[in-house]
């Protein structure tokens, strides 16, 4: 709907909480930021605590704008949940947020539309759930609604909303009919109201399954579904589960010098997936900075020494702390910045040197000496480098600029550091352009960004957005997390940081993306918890569709199985880069922040895969649960033909190297045993019919979990409607 159909809702309070409420001031509250007591407040944060407020007439309800004292106060809401409905009883979630602990309002989209048909709500209940002081009681300070209260479109919607709600409650009692099995009533109701229950798939299941159980056809009704994309959407939700494997180089002949990469940290790697390259270079070895570049070549698993000296070929000088891009379309490595201990930082040394390696040649070119003559950045250390390769164009973000005033034992530390804003490289024509200054401001304009160093930037080529993330700062650790569009030159907010399911804040975490899949990856390294011989690392799996962040695994001091490491030690100013056609992570170096000793680097090479199940799996555990059942049934008749089932059918769907999956068929072997011994008393009785029913129901039930849900019968059941 076009935003002039927008328009302020009037509301009064309908009730807040159980309980009275310190402030209520009047009916509409009014929007002083300046005043304390202008605020609906409960008295405690314990639950339930509820407003409810009630429009004058049914609207359609698009937004909810929160305003806010004029600083920061600590019965701000940071977790609140929204619902509406047409009644103040029956009501359905609309938002699940929090807001800023700032002065700044803030607007949500509330839900308004169910399978793209408008819904009217009457009564919108707030329930806050957290406030920024975790012991004060929650506050209000100005709400505004926007929506539409056309009377005909209001009409039109609750005509449908009203339609809807009749259908929901038909299949409600279609599913409690089933499941009951009172099938006359069922078919009779259906027959009368042409309401379908679900998808004829599952209707077919449930009648193979449930009323004739031809559990062979049950099989292959799921096969099919199985290959048409039917479980696509389930193995989507379901958490990865990290796979280690250590790359250990082969065993050299007796004599022979083992050719890899040293022990270092602050490297640069980066990775062609279509010739499954992956190519290393620089690092401080805990010594001194380097200047070798190495390629591997991942199906024979070779190292390569491409140059022990790459200042020697016209190339980079000794360094880390710098970055890489590769264009694997041209066969391009591009490199830029370094560090420079404070001893080193004269005029002559911090002019910002540009190098192309080619690939096909092997041969270096510096593009210049000094980007910051050209229009580009300065010299900088710890920024990030992304290659356009559609629009042949790199973008460099952020990074600490080096001054020779500035020298300082520890620069990282220095309390007025310079940082560097965002730039774009186009190769063809050799030219810089600055896309956004750094921007020191307290509260940042909405297209403004704020420069950092240790931070992730990635770029998704097919929406051409920059993803940039956390951070650090002077002691400024940070945890936004934006986007930059490279074509419409547009800033947008994902997050601001104050969420708690995001990666910790911090710096030299290194982050991959899936274009295909619309991941992104982040293993993290450093943050504002370090302390010594205390690093951790987790990985965080970001999906950019439904803007949630999981968190699949976390690591304090790495795991070992029979004396061998099993997972790579805690680090940081490691390199990690991606296949995302093999969908592997490889890992290599780092610094495991070990404080008795501090030059100390690693060497080791990992590989990561992000393991779900696939639709083979899903296959087989459906398979599984159906013949567990079917010996189930066989059982209470032939224990014999019981046995001899569980040796065959039921064994080829077990995985016998899964511990779980191995124990649960041996207790099937002991039931029957158990069962065997009350045949006396079972022989030639079969279940009843209405426990029989009800067991298989269950276990369609579990089947119907693998489905989408626009597919399968409502999750509630009418029975919970009735409450005493």
Known sequence: MASSSLRKLNFSIHQWSSYSANYLPENIIWDKPNDQSSRWSSDSNNPPQYLILKLEQPAIVHTITFGKYEKTHVCNLKKFKVFGGLNDVNMIELLNSGLKNDHVPESFNLKHSINNNMFPCRYIKIVPIQSWGPSFNFSIWYVELKGNDDWELVKSSMKWFNYYREREAIRLCLKHFRQHNYTEAFESLQKRTRVQLEDALLSKLHQLLVVDGNFEACEQLLETAANSGSFNHYLKQQQYKPKWMPIVPSPKEPGVIENRPGMRGGHQMCIDVYTEMIYLFGGWDGMQDLADLWSYHIPSGEWTCLSRDTQNENGPSPRSCHKMCLDSERKKIFTLGKYLDST???????????????????????????????????????????????????????????????????????????????????????????????SSNVNLGPQEIKSRIGHSMLFHEKSRLLYIFAGQRSKEYLSDFFTYNVDSDEVEIICDGTQSEVPAAGFTQRATIDPDLNEIHVLSGSNKDRREDNVKNSFWVYDIVQNKWSCIYRSEYGGQENGQQTEPCPRFAHQLVYDHIKKVHYLFGGNPGRSCFPKMRLDDFWSLQLCRSTKEQLLRQCQRLIRQHHFQEITQNDPVAALTYLQTELAATVDHNDIEESREFQL?????????????????????????????????????????????????????????
């Open 344 to 438: 080193m930082r004269t005029p002559e040394n911090l002019k910002s040197d540009f190098h192309v390696y080619d690939i096909d040649t092997n041969k270096w070119t510096q593009i210049t000496d000094d980007t910051a003559a050209m229009g580009g950045p300065k010299l900088i250390f710890d920024h990030q480098m992304c290659m356009d390769i559609g629009k042949n164009t790199i973008y460099v973000f952020g990074g600490r600029i080096l001054n020779s005033n500035l020298a300082t034992v520890d620069d990282r530390l220095c309390t007025e550091p310079s940082f560097s804003g965002l730039y774009a490289y186009h190769v063809p024509t050799n030219t810089w352009h600055k896309l956004r200054d750094d």
């Open 668 to 724: 099937l072997a002991t039931k029957l045993f158990k069962q065997s011994q009350q045949k006396e008393r079972d022989i030639n009785e079969d279940l009843e019919v209405d426990e029989k029913h009800e067991i298989r129901t269950q276990l369609f039930d579990r089947l119907v979990e693998f489905f989408p849900e626009h597919m399968t019968q409502p999750k509630e059941n009418l029975m919970d409607l009735i409450s005493f």
